[in-house]
């Protein structure tokens, strides 16, 4: 939304309060809407090598970056204008570093969206990053050799303590030059390869909450590859892994938004927050 000059009627209403000409306060919905844009890459990869699985929350644990925005908008039950409410941004991890809209908030906060606003209006954006954090879904990668054929085994869990579905999955995987992509034969629902780009990939449409997505591939080794020693040399570093979801329920940072009320200007406020995310998050 285009910038607009400060409502006339901001002055009228504190004037109302002033004289307590306002009696009945009006009922105000503020309606926040705070959605990231995460990029995360994988801080240890758990049960490659041949390892055994590494259980508990350390295998959880990514690089983060996130850029996220927050909005909002105002209904309000008083027909000549809306009421301003005070903003606070919170972040529980104080890693957070916001910029607010000078258009619609003030050096103390205080928010006012003109009553012709009637949709979302941009009332900050923020960055966070961290070194260890958990992310909602955790990507495992296993990679096996039986002769010259090779199995790569990809494993996608959902946290059991978040709200919500994770949507939109996507997870793809580069194959590297000693393997034969006409031999290549991907196993699970929603596969695909790209032979320009020599990329397999597959789609999932919905996780749930503490759910599973198993998908594997297995190709031939070139035999240039063999007799060079390619194979034996390799590692999970040779087969990158990416990953793309969203989801429509939580955030991965712990940024937030409150509204308090304006003294000299009462209102029942009713605060509605949504939150969203998408992440793009790699095996290198």
Known sequence: ????????????????ADVGIMMVPPRMEVRFTIHEDASSFAASDAGTDGEEDKEGPAQWLSHVAVEGTVHARVISSDASGNVPFRLRLTDDDCGARFLVNANFVDEYNAVYIPKG????????????????????????????????????????????????????????????????DVT??????????????????????????????????????????MIEGTKEDSGEGDFPVLLRCQCHTIVVSNADAKAYTVEGFPAMLVVIKSRSFRLLHRLP
């Open 117 to 180: 606003e009637i949709g979302m209006v941009s009332l900050a954006s923020y960055v966070w990053e961290a070194e260890e954090a958990a992310l909602p879904v955790l990507l495992r990668r296993r990679l096996k050799y039986h002769g010259n054929t090779c199995q790569l085994e990809l494993t996608v869990l959902v946290s059991a303590e978040i709200s919500g579905d994770i949507l939109d999955l996507t997870v793809a995987v580069s194959l590297p030059p000693f393997i034969d």
């Open 1 to 16: 939304h285009n910038a607009r000059p400060p409502d006339p009627c901001l002055g009228m209403m504190a004037a109302k």
């Open 184 to 225: 290549l034969k991907p196993k699970g629902h929603s596969n695909s390869y790209d032979n320009m780009r020599r990329l397999v990939k597959w789609k999932c449409p919905k996780l749930h909450t503490g759910q599973t997505w198993e998908v594997s591939a297995e190709a031939e080794v070139f035999p240039w590859a």
